[in-house]
């Protein structure tokens, strides 16, 4: 005769299909969450990198400028006539 262990008794299910719906969780979770996640990180970096002098950004503050000068780890923005900031890569959200 069979003999089910413990926890096959408590749950009616074998491990193996214990197993095979975490799976399924975690595929589902990667979908849903993890993977779309990734594609826009992936679409913001691509933006940065296609940034040059003219552009009219928008950073992560709120503040709206237009870039003068693009270094290695940040850009020069100038947001009014005698006023230009240093904004880290990362800060700029959106181009405009």
Not at 42 to 49: A, S
Not at 58 to 84: C, M, N, Q, W, Y
């Amino acid at each position: 005769m069979f003999l089910a262990t413990a926890a096959e008794q408590v749950s009616g299910r074998s491990p193996g299909v214990e197993m095979l719906i975490m799976l399924f969780l975690f595929l589902g979770m990667w979908f849903i969450l993890i993977a779309p996640q990734k594609k826009k990180q992936k679409k913001h970096e691509e933006m940065i990198n296609l940034l040059k002098s003219g552009d009219k950004v928008l950073t992560a503050a709120g503040i709206f400028g237009e870039i003068r000068g693009v270094k290695p780890d940040r850009f020069e923005v100038k947001v009014s006539e005698h006023t230009i900031l240093e904004i880290h890569r990362s800060c700029i959200t959106t181009k405009l």
